[in-house]
Structures are given as C-alpha cells and as structure tokens.
C-alpha cells in the first residue's frame, strides 16, 4: 500500500469504519518488509560490540553523503566549493569541511536539496523555536524506519507492537473541539491535551479505562495535568499500566517523579524531530543518540548546538543540519541532558496546561509571518505578538487571531497584534512563549 494513502486512510475514515478496518490498517504497517527489516536490524544491534557499531554507523554515513551528492543539486555543489572528496571519506574529521545547513537554508534551497530519484514522498511541516513553520519532504520508507526505532525502543519497557493499546494525549486543532479519536495505525485512542481540566477528567479517565489501554504515551504536560485532576478527584490509576512514554517535550524532573508516583510506573521518553534526521533515547538521567539513525556533532566538540546527519530519510538529505536544541555531557556516562525550542506551556482558565508542542499552526496567511511569540501574563489569557515578514493587513491579523482562538478553545482568550519588538534571552534566542509577572 502506498505510503500516502494508508495516511489518507487512517486520517480520513469516519470513526465507525475507521474501528473496522483497524486492525486492516494497522498490518499494513508492522507486515511492511521495511519495517520487519529495520526492527531486526535493531535488535541484532543490540548484542553487538561499540566498535561495530561505530564502523557500521561510518559506513551508513559515507553512504548518505555519496547519496546526496549524487542526487541533489545543493550538496553537488556545496561539496565541490568546499573541497569535499565523498568518493575517498575515510576519516569523521574531514567532515568538518562540509558547512552547516540551517533551517534557513533549507527554507531558500528547498528545490535543490530534493533527491532526484526519490519519487514515493510526502510532505510535512514542522515548527521551531521562533514558531515559524518549515517544509520538509520525507520518503515513504522513512516512516517504516522511524516507526521501528521508536518500537525497539518502547520494547526495552515491555511494549509489544503486535498487542499493545496506548492512551495518546497529543495534538491540538485536529480535534475539531472534541476530546477523543481513535488512530488504529499505531492501536491507541489520541486524547486532546488542551481540555484537561475538572470538568472533563472524567470522561478522559472513562475513555482511557474503555479502551483498556496498557501503556500512557503524549506530552509531559498534558499527562501530569492529567494526574493531577485525577488525584484531586481520588481516581487511582496505580498499577494500570505497564510505563508511561513522553514525546515532543522537554521532561522537567518534578513531571516525572508526580508521573511515577501517581501511576506507579516507570517513564521513559526518545527526543526526535519532523525532519528525521536524530534520535536519541533515554538512558537513566540522559538520552544516547542512536548511531543507526544518525551521526551526531556538537558546534564545541562536547556540547552545545546539536549537529546532526540523518541516515533513513533519503528524499530531503540533511548533512551537518544544525538544531535550536543543545546537549551537554553528563559527567562520568556516555549520555547528554538535551535542552532546547520545546520548553514552555501556557495555562488555562480552570487550570488547563497547553504545550508549546500543540501551539503551530500552518495557514497560508502565516507565510506572511516572521516570528511569532506568545506573551502571558494571568491564566487564560494571552497577547500573540507577530513580526511580520511583509505588511500584514488587519483583514489578516484577524484571520490569525480567529484561528488560534479555535485551535486554543474557551480555555484561554487571545490577542493577536504586531510588533517588531520581540523578547530575546541574553543570548540572543527568542522563546515561544514567555510569561511576565505571571501568577497562575
């Protein structure tokens, strides 16, 4: 089945007929050959020693660079003018001739950087620290891929993704205001973030038990709020599940450890992106970067900026793509504390924690819009300041102020207006959300 209709159908189908063909739709992802292959992959890895494991991963990466300067016109010429010789790579130290790719340069060479015999894609858009959107082109195997790291991954904490069901508190506006959908590609019923709150708990605490799901899985925000209100209604939810897996947010200790506590499971999180090119799991306080998937550099050698070459999307190669996000070695271990763009939530009128992560939206009128910034003051309230890239017109300040309130609901109230005075920190980055004088 073609990559782009199994998502069409998975997204698409009303309800009814989506729980029919569930399990239909859900073969067509673990049956994949790509998939099978990459899983197993993964798990001989497993009991292989670090030194095959670095020569594989050099291998894997000279094999991306000889791909992209074969295929794209970007890193044919970008290779040439810097004295690249891909053919004869042998050592990770001449990498450092190739120069950085920026999600600006990715915006104005969007043409060039596609792979010429790359033909099964899809598109996908992604945000960033400013909130501005990005256009990214993925080949169909890469969703094979990605779907068999993250299940080797989940593995390691009992996860079988033949039987297991999941309880995905993730996304936003899609719901179209309501606070359930069922996704039987991945056999979990997604939960709508943004309406945590004492009035629905309930009816999030019934659908979850409904569907007899033994895993929790979303942002870290929205599952602590949802212990939250479940403690202060004393439903227990100790001992229903088997672990709790975060994405998309940056895990703040005192989440974790409320988390734990309340469903008396461990937690575990991966840190990834839209563009597929980086993974990284959790390993006790920190995460390890897979060296299957990518090759991964540090802009001080160290730490700092992540630089990363991604290895299993082919049609939109990224070679030394340098991240918002930063890693900083943990003393005495091979791992890192990764920090970055995904910090920051907005509160509700009744309590309500809306993540950063639910906080992008991609509407032709944002193509006008430079950067964005949400400032709050007070619960429930928010002034959504615009730095515009051409002149926005009132007609259009409005179109963005009506869609952001959709997206936001009756939880929080939003003012949109534009301003070229964003706020920045001492090192020049801009947050996405920033709260002044805030008492929730």
């Not at 494991?53 to 003018?81: C, G, M, P, S, W």
């Not at 990498?95 to 999600?103: D, E, G, H, V």
């Not at 299993?312 to 791992?335: C, F, G, H, Q, V």
Request: glycine content about 6%; overall charge positive; some cysteine.
């Amino acid at each position: 089945m073609k990559s782009n209709l199994l998502k069409k159908l998975n997204a698409n189908l009303p309800g009814p007929v989506k729980k029919l063909l569930g399990p239909y739709i859900r073969k067509q992802l673990f049956n994949n050959k790509i998939f099978k292959q990459q899983l197993n992959n993964l798990r001989q890895a497993d009991n292989t020693y670090i030194n095959e494991v670095k020569k594989r991963q050099f291998n894997k990466l000279k094999e991306a660079l000889i791909h992209a300067y074969e295929h794209t016109v970007y890193y044919k010429h970008k290779f040439d003018v810097c004295g690249f010789d891909v053919y004869n790579f042998s050592k990770i130290s001449e990498m450092a001739k190739i120069p950085l790719l920026t999600r600006a340069d990715i915006i104005e060479n969007f043409e060039s950087l596609q792979a010429d015999n790359i033909t099964d894609f899809y598109k996908s858009t992604t945000g960033g620290s400013s909130g501005a959107s990005l256009n990214i082109l993925l080949d169909k195997d890469s969703i094979y891929r990605e779907r068999a790291f993250i299940y080797h991954f989940w593995s390691k904490c009992g996860y079988d993704y033949k039987t297991s069901r999941i309880a995905s508190f993730r996304g936003g506006v899609e719901y179209k205001g309501k606070i359930h959908r069922y996704n039987p590609l991945y056999n979990e019923i997604q939960l709508n973030p943004c309406l945590i709150n004492g009035d629905t708990i309930n009816k999030y605490y019934s659908l979850i038990n409904k569907f007899k799901a033994d895993f929790i899985h979303g942002l870290p925000s929205a599952v602590y709020s949802f212990c939250k209100y479940a403690n202060q209604l004393n439903q227990s939810l100790k001992g229903k599940y088997k672990a709790v897996l975060f994405i998309s947010e940056n895990v703040y200790q005192y989440q974790r450890e409320y988390i734990e506590k309340t469903l008396a499971c461990k937690s575990y999180a991966y840190y990834g992106h839209t563009e597929r090119a980086v993974f990284a799991e959790q390993s006790g306080d920190g995460y390890n970067f897979n060296n299957d998937y990518c090759y991964v550099e540090f802009d001080d050698g160290v730490s700092g900026n992540i630089i990363t070459t991604g290895f299993i999307n082919r049609k939109m190669p990224l070679i030394r793509y340098e991240l918002d996000d930063s890693a900083t070695k943990i003393p005495d271990t091979d791992s890192y504390e990764i920090t970055g763009h995904r910090d920051g939530i907005l509160y509700g009128k009744n309590g309500e924690i809306i993540s950063a992560a639910s906080l992008y939206v991609h509407d032709d009128v944002m193509d006008k819009v430079a950067n964005l910034q949400f400032i709050q003051k007070q619960a429930g309230k928010v002034i959504l300041l615009i730095n515009p890239l051409i002149d926005i017109i009132e007609n259009e300040r409005k179109t963005i102020e009506v869609y952001y309130q959709k997206k936001l609901g009756s939880t929080i109230d939003i003012k949109v207006e534009i301003s070229n005075d964003m706020i920045y920190t001492s090192r020049g980055k801009m947050p996405l959300i920033v709260h002044i004088d805030f008492n929730q």
